[in-house]
């Protein structure tokens, strides 16, 4: 329960914060979230990393639907990833997973007592 | 806390992100680049995306509207000019920033603050040829004038408002892709882009380095052999019989022209690293309502220029209760540059003419403060130190030392990587102080030929062929510029520096500039051939283009009752009239019991062929890789005796030394065998090599003309970003055929304008409207063009605000 509280509450702080602030706001946003509920590292990188997908992947794909995948697919031929739109949505999502995920243990080993 | 594990653990995360948050040599920030709220999705714009807004600017003075037909074009309501420019550089911007910040970065020479070293080399040269220079002097003749000054300035203001109201996330994706900031307008920015399009037009049509060269190995009856300044069949844009007025001015040859000037054999070793295009040319023509069926008259405009995506050109409406115009802009500067009015259209190929020569400066040290100059010498008028920044290296300093001519282009620190290291200083009328923006907003709200006439008559530079054609019957072609009036022989070679006898000693008076009203014929057109025969009174050099003139006459002058869709057919004509004229020579004198098998295959093809330039025509891969190869043969080892090499003759010349004198071409003998080749031997071996590549391409399936050329519209990036780019067009056409598609340069509009009593237009670009590769707007056009097919173009009224065809609109008001 704390687990899926927290991701949600990751993923909810990392969109709002992104409204306003620059691209890292999602470490931040993590990073809060692990203070704020804490759970054990490895549950915190989870939890972090897992919001950070959802959202970085979700949002990403809707941006590409109502785009008809025009633009993806051509950033997926420059990066390269073969021309391939759903893998670049997964890209983006892990590299949001991975900065939301370090920042969430960040914060877990802040509150940790031992 | 747990100290070690949680700074282990936030090194790790400042790092991800400082890591993600660079730039990587050609690799974006790829945290911000992915960040679906920040990065290229921001980019990716919605099919159904809703252009419509409501916006306020304090610089306003009025109400505004900017309707949006289906297309993305915007029709432009304004209340006053100031306002109407405003817009359009609001619109501009919205649509093109990245290419007008671009384009206007590469003109001033600041490309490495972009491409970083690479581009090092080509900024120095943007300098040296005095680019900035050149708009600056534009920029004072446009401050003189109030009225220019306002609407400048009133483009700029709009430019500005956009970039003022952009967010991060809202920058064009290639900022995010080369990792910088757009950059403020201004009008000195105009000014740059009208001379980026300066050079484009006027910097490359002329040959003097390398014809210096070519005068050492040519005697000077070869020489103009080879270099004809009047090709024999010419049809000059001024209808040949034409007499002309003798010259208002008579330039003298000074009297060391046959010992310093003609005589002098010495080789130049510096070359321009970014010479225009070749192929920068263009077809215009009109016909008199005699020739076509509604009786009203036709004109038609197709600038061939390189082709890219974003175009060079946007499609706009500009209308204010006093003037409507409609027809292509130029993202960066104010007005319609090709269009139509309520009463008039006009269109505009390239002159051309030669308006750029080189002198030869003695400094009389290395700091080239001073140089030898009428018996002394003489202080230079400025040096400026040239800071080029660039993108992931140090700044690189040029100093550029401007003589009475204009800036030294080469000399021993720069353009000469071989021996002698000249000091050349150029003179080009890009320098001279003008005002080439007015003209355009003059013929805006031109209403008959003389208020044509009075718009074009102060453009400078490049010199133009402006096709004119009114409601009220007129038609019109003059060739405007400023061009110098030379004596027999300037500024074909790198002249002495040394005094002001080989200085240009006045210009050609505008009236005298060739020009033609209603002839008989019932039309006029122009296609960068020479404009007047040799009854012309001045001596006019220039990169002229003859072959494609040739065909629109040959077949206008056949046609009557034209119909805008015959127009259509012509520009899309793929007759290729050279080889008309070569093949003959080259089918007789083949000697086909030397030709390989497979030369002889492919000798069939071109037999069978019925001389279109077609997409899927094989005989025009074949016919032309064997006029290449001939080329090659003839004249390789004649024009590689110097170094750099000579130039190569035009394609018309070559085909009229066939033609005429087949069996004493002299330069047919390759001088590197033994043996004397003939004519004969050239035209066999070279067909028997163009078999080789041929036979290459048709394994690879590439005999087809389109597949052979493979039509490609590239980002302005080019290699850079493939995935931006359109490939494997189906067009055919060449640079001397009225279809004029090269590899990656062609017709970059197409615009056909009946003047009928309700104006009926068709246009075309091979693009779209939006520079952003995430809209679906950003080559919607592309396979219209292809296909050859047109938009009709609709000049939209005030009380059309509800027509179906409006999609969305823009309000715009004080506040």
């Given at each position: 329960?704390k687990f899926?509280?927290a991701?949600?509450?990751?993923?909810?702080?990392?969109?709002?914060?992104g409204l306003?602030?620059?691209?890292?706001?999602i470490?931040?946003?993590?990073f809060?979230i692990?203070v704020?509920?804490?759970?054990?590292?490895?549950?915190?990188?989870?939890s972090?990393?897992?919001g950070?997908?959802?959202?970085w992947?979700?949002?990403?794909l809707?941006?590409?639907i109502?785009?008809e995948?025009?633009?993806?697919?051509?950033?997926?031929a420059i990066?390269?990833?073969?021309?391939?739109?759903?893998?670049?949505?997964?890209?983006?999502?892990f590299?949001?997973?991975?900065?939301?995920?370090?920042?969430?243990?960040?914060g877990?080993y802040?509150?940790?007592?031992? | 806390?747990?100290?070690?594990?949680?700074?282990?653990?936030?090194?790790v995360?400042?790092?991800?992100?400082?890591?993600?948050?660079?730039?990587?040599?050609?690799?974006?920030?790829?945290?911000?680049?992915?960040?679906?709220?920040?990065?290229?999705?921001q980019?990716?714009?919605?099919?159904?995306?809703?252009?419509?807004a409501?916006?306020?600017?304090?610089d306003?003075?009025?109400?505004?509207?900017?309707?949006?037909?289906?297309?993305?074009?915007?029709?432009?309501?304004?209340?006053?000019?100031e306002?109407?420019?405003f817009?359009?550089?609001?619109i501009?911007?919205?649509?093109?920033?990245?290419?007008?910040?671009l384009?206007?970065?590469?003109a001033?020479?600041?490309?490495?603050?972009?491409a970083?070293?690479?581009?090092i080399?080509?900024?120095?040269?943007?300098?040296?040829?005095?680019?900035?220079?050149?708009?600056?002097n534009?920029?004072?003749?446009?401050?003189?004038?109030?009225?220019?000054l306002?609407?400048?300035?009133?483009?700029?203001?709009?430019?500005?408002?956009?970039?003022?109201?952009?967010?991060?996330s809202?920058?064009?994706?290639?900022?995010?892709?080369l990792?910088?900031?757009?950059e403020?307008?201004s009008?000195?920015?105009?000014?740059?882009?009208?001379?980026?399009?300066?050079?484009m037009?006027?910097?490359?049509?002329?040959n003097?380095?390398?014809?210096?060269?070519?005068k050492?190995?040519?005697?000077?009856?070869?020489?103009?052999?080879i270099?004809p300044?009047?090709?024999?069949?010419?049809?000059?844009?001024?209808?040949?019989?034409?007499?002309?007025d003798?010259?208002?001015?008579?330039?003298?040859k000074?009297?060391?022209?046959d010992?310093?000037?003609?005589?002098?054999?010495d080789?130049?070793?510096?070359t321009e690293?970014?010479?225009p295009?070749?192929?920068?040319?263009?077809?215009?023509?009109v016909v008199?309502?005699s020739?076509?069926?509604?009786?009203?008259?036709?004109?038609?405009n197709?600038?061939h220029?390189?082709?890219?995506?974003?175009s060079?050109?946007?499609?706009?409406q500009?209308?204010?209760?006093?003037?409507?115009s409609?027809?292509v802009s130029?993202?960066g500067?104010?007005?319609?540059?090709?269009?139509?009015?309520?009463h008039?259209?006009?269109?505009?190929?390239n002159?051309?003419?030669?308006v750029?020569?080189y002198f030869?400066?003695k400094?009389k040290d290395?700091?080239?403060?001073?140089?030898?100059y009428?018996?002394?010498?003489?202080?230079v008028?400025?040096?400026?130190?040239?800071?080029?920044?660039?993108?992931?290296g140090?700044?690189?300093?040029?100093?550029?030392?401007?003589?009475?001519?204009g800036?030294?282009?080469?000399?021993?620190?720069?353009?000469?990587?071989?021996?002698n290291?000249?000091?050349?200083?150029?003179?080009?009328t890009?320098?001279?102080?003008?005002?080439e923006?007015?003209?355009?907003?003059?013929?805006?709200?031109?209403k008959?030929y003389?208020?044509?006439?009075?718009?074009?008559?102060?453009?400078?530079?490049?010199?133009?062929?402006?096709?004119?054609?009114?409601?009220?019957?007129?038609?019109?072609?003059w060739?405007?510029?400023?061009?110098?009036?030379?004596?027999?022989?300037?500024?074909?070679y790198?002249?002495?520096?040394?005094?002001?006898s080989?200085?240009?000693?006045?210009?050609?008076?505008?009236?005298?500039?060739?020009?033609?009203?209603?002839?008989?014929?019932?039309?006029?057109?122009?296609?960068?051939?020479?404009?007047?025969?040799s009854?012309?009174?001045?001596?006019?050099?220039?990169?002229?283009?003859?072959?494609?003139?040739?065909?629109?006459?040959?077949?206008?002058?056949?046609?009557?009752g034209i119909?805008?869709?015959?127009?259509?057919?012509?520009?899309?004509?793929?007759?290729?009239?050279?080889?008309?004229?070569?093949?003959?020579?080259?089918?007789?004198?083949?000697?086909?019991?030397?030709?390989?098998?497979?030369?002889?295959?492919?000798?069939?093809?071109?037999k069978?062929?019925?001389?279109?330039?077609d997409?899927?025509?094989?005989?025009?891969?074949?016919?032309?890789?064997?006029?290449?190869?001939?080329?090659?043969?003839?004249?390789?080892?004649?024009?590689?005796?110097?170094?750099?090499?000579?130039p190569?003759?035009?394609?018309?010349?070559?085909?009229?030394l066939?033609?005429?004198?087949?069996?004493s071409l002299?330069?047919?003998?390759?001088?590197?065998?033994p043996q004397?080749?003939?004519?004969?031997?050239?035209?066999?071996?070279a067909?028997?090599?163009?078999?080789?590549?041929?036979?290459?391409?048709?394994?690879?399936?590439k005999?087809?003309?389109?597949?052979?050329?493979n039509p490609?519209?590239?980002?302005?990036?080019?290699?850079?970003?493939p995935?931006?780019?359109?490939?494997?067009?189906?067009?055919?056409?060449?640079g001397?055929?009225?279809?004029a598609?090269?590899?990656?340069?062609?017709?970059?509009?197409r615009?056909?304008v009946?003047?009928?009593?309700?104006?009926?237009?068709?246009?075309?670009?091979?693009?779209?409207?939006?520079?952003?590769?995430?809209s679906?707007?950003?080559?919607?056009?592309?396979?219209?063009w292809?296909k050859?097919?047109?938009?009709?173009?609709?000049?939209?009224?005030?009380?059309?605000?509800?027509?179906?065809?409006?999609?969305?609109?823009m309000?715009?008001?004080?506040?």
């Amino acid at each position: 329960m704390k687990f899926l509280v927290a991701l949600l509450l990751t993923a909810l702080l990392a969109f709002v914060a992104g409204l306003w602030l620059g691209w890292w706001s999602i470490a931040i946003a993590a990073f809060l979230i692990a203070v704020l509920i804490h759970q054990k590292a490895g549950k915190a990188f989870l939890s972090g990393f897992t919001g950070g997908f959802l959202l970085w992947g979700l949002l990403a794909l809707l941006r590409d639907i109502p785009n008809e995948s025009l633009l993806s697919k051509k950033i997926a031929a420059i990066l390269p990833l073969g021309g391939n739109a759903m893998l670049l949505i997964l890209v983006t999502a892990f590299v949001g997973a991975l900065v939301a995920g370090f920042g969430a243990m960040s914060g877990s080993y802040l509150r940790s007592s031992k | 806390m747990r100290i070690v594990p949680f700074i282990a653990s936030a090194v790790v995360t400042t790092g991800l992100v400082w890591a993600l948050n660079k730039g990587w040599g050609t690799i974006p920030p790829m945290g911000r680049f992915l960040s679906p709220q920040h990065g290229f999705w921001q980019n990716a714009e919605a099919a159904d995306y809703d252009y419509s807004a409501d916006l306020k600017f304090p610089d306003l003075k009025g109400k505004a509207n900017v309707y949006f037909d289906e297309r993305l074009v915007p029709h432009i309501f304004a209340d006053n000019d100031e306002d109407l420019y405003f817009l359009q550089g609001y619109i501009h911007a919205k649509f093109r920033l990245f290419q007008m910040d671009l384009q206007t970065k590469a003109a001033e020479g600041r490309a490495s603050e972009i491409a970083g070293p690479k581009a090092i080399n080509y900024d120095k040269e943007q300098r040296r040829l005095g680019m900035r220079f050149a708009a600056e002097n534009a920029l004072k003749e446009i401050e003189k004038d109030p009225v220019s000054l306002a609407l400048f300035t009133a483009y700029t203001k709009g430019v500005n408002a956009y970039i003022h109201s952009l967010k991060e996330s809202e920058e064009p994706l290639e900022y995010k892709l080369l990792n910088f900031k757009p950059e403020e307008w201004s009008n000195l920015r105009t000014a740059l882009l009208l001379k980026m399009m300066a050079k484009m037009l006027s910097s490359g049509t002329e040959n003097d380095l390398e014809d210096t060269n070519a005068k050492t190995i040519f005697s000077q009856q070869d020489f103009n052999t080879i270099y004809p300044q009047v090709p024999d069949s010419l049809l000059p844009i001024v209808p040949k019989g034409t007499i002309f007025d003798s010259a208002g001015i008579i330039p003298v040859k000074p009297a060391t022209a046959d010992s310093l000037y003609f005589g002098k054999e010495d080789i130049v070793t510096a070359t321009e690293i970014s010479r225009p295009d070749k192929n920068n040319g263009s077809n215009n023509w009109v016909v008199a309502g005699s020739k076509t069926q509604s009786g009203a008259p036709i004109l038609c405009n197709d600038p061939h220029l390189e082709l890219s995506l974003p175009s060079i050109w946007f499609e706009m409406q500009l209308s204010t209760p006093t003037s409507s115009s409609y027809g292509v802009s130029l993202p960066g500067s104010p007005f319609i540059i090709i269009g139509f009015n309520d009463h008039i259209a006009w269109g505009v190929t390239n002159a051309q003419r030669d308006v750029k020569d080189y002198f030869e400066i003695k400094f009389k040290d290395v700091s080239k403060k001073e140089y030898w100059y009428n018996g002394k010498w003489e202080p230079v008028q400025q040096t400026r130190i040239e800071e080029i920044k660039v993108k992931g290296g140090a700044t690189v300093y040029d100093t550029v030392a401007y003589t009475g001519f204009g800036p030294v282009m080469f000399d021993q620190s720069f353009g000469d990587s071989l021996s002698n290291k000249k000091s050349l200083a150029i003179r080009w009328t890009a320098h001279e102080p003008s005002n080439e923006g007015i003209t355009f907003y003059k013929l805006n709200r031109a209403k008959n030929y003389d208020e044509y006439v009075d718009a074009i008559k102060s453009f400078d530079c490049p010199g133009q062929n402006f096709v004119f054609a009114s409601k009220t019957g007129d038609i019109a072609l003059w060739q405007q510029g400023k061009f110098p009036a030379r004596w027999n022989g300037q500024g074909l070679y790198v002249m002495p520096g040394e005094d002001a006898s080989y200085n240009w000693q006045g210009f050609i008076p505008q009236n005298e500039n060739p020009h033609a009203k209603n002839p008989e014929r019932g039309f006029l057109e122009s296609a960068n051939q020479r404009p007047a025969d040799s009854a012309y009174p001045y001596f006019i050099p220039g990169t002229y283009i003859t072959p494609r003139a040739i065909a629109i006459e040959h077949f206008l002058s056949g046609m009557t009752g034209i119909t805008p869709a015959d127009m259509m057919k012509l520009q899309n004509n793929y007759f290729n009239t050279l080889a008309e004229e070569a093949l003959p020579v080259l089918l007789k004198y083949v000697n086909e019991n030397e030709l390989t098998p497979e030369a002889g295959r492919y000798l069939e093809i071109i037999k069978a062929w019925n001389l279109e330039a077609d997409p899927a025509s094989k005989g025009q891969t074949a016919y032309q890789n064997w006029w290449n190869s001939l080329e090659e043969a003839i004249w390789k080892d004649d024009m590689s005796r110097t170094h750099p090499a000579s130039p190569m003759p035009e394609d018309q010349t070559t085909a009229e030394l066939l033609i005429k004198d087949t069996s004493s071409l002299k330069f047919a003998d390759n001088i590197n065998t033994p043996q004397v080749e003939t004519l004969s031997d050239d035209i066999t071996i070279a067909l028997n090599k163009a078999a080789i590549l041929l036979a290459q391409k048709e394994k690879e399936g590439k005999l087809e003309w389109s597949k052979f050329k493979n039509p490609t519209i590239y980002h302005l990036l080019k290699d850079a970003l493939p995935a931006f780019a359109r490939k494997g067009l189906n067009v055919g056409g060449s640079g001397t055929i009225i279809n004029a598609v090269t590899h990656s340069h062609g017709p970059s509009w197409r615009m056909i304008v009946q003047l009928s009593a309700t104006t009926e237009a068709y246009g075309v670009y091979p693009a779209g409207q939006s520079g952003n590769p995430g809209s679906k707007y950003y080559d919607n056009f592309v396979d219209t063009w292809v296909k050859g097919e047109y938009f009709k173009l609709w000049m939209m009224k005030a009380s059309e605000a509800a027509d179906t065809k409006v999609k969305w609109t823009m309000k715009f008001g004080k506040g």
